[in-house]
């Protein structure tokens, strides 16, 4: 168990770098640093000095030691618009993103659960109709016509919420109905076809031949071992959450998360805060990652003799 | 003895295993893996079959069996030893060699629904083989198809139908079928009618005996069933973790078994006769445990952990069967056994 | 489950009876379905409109005109039977310019799904069949690109090398492929072992044969059944990168881009984004509803689940 | 004192798409104090779904048990509440099944699997159920029981598995215990342990055994009385030495004849019954088994013969009076 969660940590720290590694090649190699931080109509002399000054004209592979080195001390130099260290600001924001993810996490996972569970026990019931529109719905949902339609019909129609912003609760609610959906959709298609899976399995009818109820079987015996799948695609979700719909629903929301932080450091084309920005998420995403593993070790007795 | 029903008067050997070992490597790690041990699925097996006879190969499931069986048609890569066929050695063929001498040997397999291919029409799945080895021209194909299926007994107008449309019984035919279509000398059966209902079963039994003589087929035929190795074998051998536990022809091994493994196995077989089955319950020899696991066999003789002859050797004998390794060899002509008992 | 007789025993016993013809029975069940015979409707109408966009489309999709301006929809008030779905900012015809984005969108899909599809199938494939150290690299690569965030790479990649179809297609590419590669890789290895490939090479089949003959047959219905899901997903990708300005660039039409630009109008012109994002969902859930089906009645083990 | 057990016109269907499929077919018989009933069939037979049935444990969807009555000490199984048959199951009729390696639940350790019903039935404390637990793996001999009653099935070999189940099934002594194919998927050493082990134990417990099985051998050595099935139906039903001997249905004649055998001289041809079984969805009008009986005469696409009395405690379903000596020896290759 130990040597799975080692293994699990040189992944990590090589997924990291990898992270950080496509950033540095992408900004600093096929794009053009200089370019992005001086103004279009520098003269070319400036420029030049500008890169040597700073660096810019050594070897990649030195720039790209160097490079690293400090990235992993956490130093991913000032960021360029704020002129403070670039890692602090990335930060920042990561709390305003945990809260809208850990929230539509909950609100996908208390509502998927359950009607996932309902329609694979009962399949051609309205609650295994209701399953299959939602995950249909879930995967097949633009969140770029999400948003806006939420921002329509509660904001600017009904006039319930805010169209924008972050402070209230008020802010959290459609960013949050948003975020959920699509995690919404695969988890009920996977609680769904995990417990039809585990339902048709031999050990159920044992179970109910000693004697025990229905509703016990399928609480101690059933729902338990179908539930391993959906811990694991909860993870994926979860990643998927705060590593990609996070930034289309906090552009579009104006929330101050990491997603926006993300969007708008390529829009200014702060590199060093773009680079540290990415680096807080592949943090956030192996984290989670880890979480994840540790949760299915203490769910899943089997993993030791696997 | 008995004698052999399908005129076995040349004596010609037309396959000799010797010394086979197919070891299954239990690595660690995937980039560089690191080898940590064998599984030893073979273990040193080797017999003798005689043109037109059909040699019975039993033992228990994971005894190495089937293995054995799929290391004479290089399904499996032999560790050592050799498979000589006629004369040519089987295991350094490579290539186009291999697949001419493929030809010769055929192979059916136990799950008649894995064995064909979902996707392809019988036509296709018995006439492939015609088509590889360019014996039959398209023109030709579907007639001699349909004649194939008509000598396993299947209507010779299923040719256009797919393998889901046929049950068990009948696709264990197409299997036969697609094995024929080569006109092969040898076959090995493996485990051929476990999968089927005892009526099928006997179907089928009855048909690959109708074959054999009609055209003049040596058969290796490896199963667990021991009431039917007897009934389809001219000579019959024991596995048991790997190796050879006894071999002699049907009539001795049945009637005398020397090992006390056979013995234990015989004994175990439940026979369809009320009256004898309950003296038999009554007297059965039952072994303790299971079979212990081919990545770590016992040292010494290999059933020695559930033997229950085991200090009946050691009084007779001073042998300790969990030191000592018994030699497989001829206790009487003609009657190979692996025990101390018979040293 | 103890009960002899499953659904498929009773198949077989019944399907003696009856000579199946492929096609037939395929269309037939589509057409059993009215969801999925309403997808296929709307995907065949939708390549259509792609394919004959400039027969179709009533204006020029760039043509600008400021006095018609923000022309509300036609059954509006305030609209044009000329305009059916009305203008954009610019003035521009909304259906035209849908039209238009229906063929990107489509063929930035469609080359995507190609490119990956046939890279990673080939690679998969390979890597599933020789196995050894090169199925343990790839398969490294691949288990590794899949856990890092794409979509936050895809955004630095995009901004790096420049927003634009063909960038588009490149960077969605390398976020697919590795999804075909492990399907194949996956459907290899099962079908490598499979009984009647090796009495395929018992009878004398070549190397080459059995790949041909016995194992592409038995890959292909799940790589078809991928490919629709998959140019779902880089529909939505694709629309998803183009809103946040990163894909492709105006003057082209895009669905993606179109919800962007009617973005901060959603409150007086709702319509400058309502129906490109509808089209992005209607696309995207007919090729899932599609591609439910599609499984479903390729795979009989599917049956009975999503 | 009435029989134990007493199935009346048992029919038991599924629906599917292809329409419905017929598994049990109007089965009646009696199970005694006691006794061991063999119960002997091929695949799709209906012998399983005939067990499951007996308890309620069809799964429905698809199944259903559409008539008949099954009287257990006097009740009707099949129109008892939920709750009341769900009190009978695993503590007055137990079951052990064909596949021990996916008999049991994976997830969960042995003991809590077999203290489990001991808490459900006999209001055991978690401790004294432990306990108990122990004892029980200890009778159906698993070595060291106290140090692996926490293990998981995935620990056991098949055979160990199957022992497991047996002590599970037998935690609150039942009144009958429902063996369906349980040494099927074993092999024949270990198979030879498990019907030992049964029978010890059910000669110590003082039940009533239904085992179902596909294999003649087993039967003949282990049940008292056997019921041959076919088709959804009970073709033929005689005490054990009977059934062998003088077996009445041209079926049970049939599969006798095909069985090859340790114990006598090898015949030159084994004697097989041609063709398949019927479609359980189109199911024949007349007799099930007439497409395949070397016996059939017109009469038998009448109507589905009934059970009828051929010898003391001897019936068989089959209008014409075969036995075995009448068997034509042209017709069957």
Partial sequence: MLRLLLKRAVHSFFLITAVVSVVFLTTFVIGDPVRALLPAETPEEIVEKYREERGFNRPVLVQYIDYMSHAFVGDFGDSWWQRTPALPIALRPLPATFQLGILAMTLATSLGIPIGVYAGMKPGSWADRLATVTSLLGVSMPLIWLCPMLAFIFAVTLGLLPTAGYGSWQHMVLPTIALAALPLGRIVQITRASIIDELVKQYVTTARAKGLPYRRVLVQHVLRNALLPVITVSGWEFVLVVSGYTIIVEAVFGWPGVGWMLFSAIRIRDVPLLAATAFVIAVVVVAINFAIDILYIIVNPLIRYE | MEARRNGNDTDEVLLRVNNLKVYFPINRGTIFPRHVGDIKAVDGVSFEVKRGETLGLVGESGCGKSTTGRAIVLLEKPTAGKVEFQGVEMTSLEGESLRKTRRRIQMIFQD?????????????????????????????????????????????????????????????????????????DFIIFDEPVSALDVSIQAQIINLLENLQAEFRLTYLFIAHDLAVVRHISDRVAVMYLGKLAELTDRERLYKTPLHPYTQALLSAVPIPNPIAERERFKNRVILEGDVPSPDNPPKGCNFCTRCPAKTRVMDKKQIDCSQVEPEFKQAEPGHWVACHLYD | MTTELTADDVTQARSVNFRDKDLYRLLRTLFHDPFSTTAAIILIVLVIVAIAAPVLSPFDPTAQSLLRRLTPPAWVEGGSEANLLGTDL??????????????????????????????????GMLAGYLGGRFDAIAMRFIDFQTAIPYFLLAMTIMAAIGPGAR????VLSLGSWVIFARLARGTMLSIRHAVYIEAARVTGGSEYWILVRHALPNLTSTIVTLATLELSRAILTEAGLSFLGLGVQPPNSAWGLMVAEGHDYISTANWLSTFPGLMVMITTLSINVFATWLRKATDPVQRGRM | MGPLLEVKNLQTQFVTKEGIVRAVNNISYELNTGETLGIVGESGCGKSVGALSLLRLIPSPPGKIVAGEILFDGIDLLKVHESEIERIRGNRIAMIFQDPMTSLNPMMPIGRQISESLELHLKMTKKAARAKAIELLEMVRIPSAADRIDDYPIQFSGGMRQRVMIAMALSCNPQILIADEPTTALDVTIQAQITDLVNRLREEIGMAVIWITHDLGVVAGLTDRVIVMYAGRIVEEAPVEELYENPRHPYTIGLLGSVPRLDEERPEKLTSIEGMPPDMIDYPSGCPFYARCTFRIDRCLESPPDLREVGPGHKAACIVDVTSSTLPTSGIS
């Fill in chain 2, 112 to 184: 008649p629904y894995a064995s064909l291919n979902p996707r392809l029409r019988v036509r296709d799945i018995v006439g492939d083989p015609l088509k590889v080895h360019k014996i039959a021209s398209d023109k030709t194909l579907t007639n001699q198809v349909r004649e194939l299926l008509n000598i396993v007994g299947l209507n010779p107008n299923f040719v256009t139908r797919y393998p889901h449309e046929f049950s068990g019984g009948q696709r264990q035919r197409i299997g036969i079928a697609r094995a024929l279509a080569l006109r092969p």
């Fill in chain 3, 90 to 123: 610019l003035g521009r015809d909304m259906l035209s310019r849908i039209i238009y984005g229906t063929r990107m969108s489509l063929m930035i899909g469609v080359v995507v799904v190609v490119i990956a599809g046939i890279i990673g199938t080939i690679i």
């Fill in chain 3, 167 to 170: 960038n588009l297609i490149i």
